[in-house]
């Protein structure tokens, strides 16, 4: 089993920077991938970005890239989601999940292992 807790999310105003942090307890950190999505109201979870398990590999959603940066510290047993330049549309629970395969999916149902989510609220 593996534990993960998300932390960092908030209100920020449109334009504005948070930094998500997701701490892993369990097993070995570094046997996982991880991944953030992201859900809406009324809306289906989604993905946002996937790291592999030594961070040199990175993946992202279009409606992210160039905005987000997912990164993470094998020796913290953490990942982190820094988020710039957010807008409206980035309003979600962001939850962090974890991956024991070597596939690179962006379906939720893939992903073995979820946190409980952190409300991040972009206002105007």
């Known amino acids: 089993q593996v534990q993960l807790v998300e932390s960092g999310g908030g209100l920020v105003q449109a334009g504005g920077s948070l930094r998500l942090s997701c701490a892993a307890s369990?097993?070995?950190?570094?046997?996982?991938?991880m991944g953030w999505f992201r859900q809406a109201p009324g809306k289906e979870r989604e993905f946002v970005a996937r790291i592999n398990r030594s961070g040199a590999t990175t993946y992202y959603a279009d409606s992210v890239k160039g905005r987000f940066t997912i990164s993470r510290d094998n020796a913290k047993n953490t990942a982190y989601l820094q988020m710039n330049s957010l807008k409206l549309e980035d309003t979600a629970i962001y939850y962090c999940?974890?991956?024991?395969?070597?596939?690179?999916?962006?379906?939720?149902?893939?992903?073995?292992?979820w946190g409980q989510g952190t409300q991040v609220t972009v206002s105007s």
């Open positions: 999940a974890a991956d024991s395969s070597y596939t690179i999916s962006k379906v939720p149902g893939w992903w073995d292992y």
């Open positions: 369990g097993r070995t950190f570094s046997n996982y991938a």
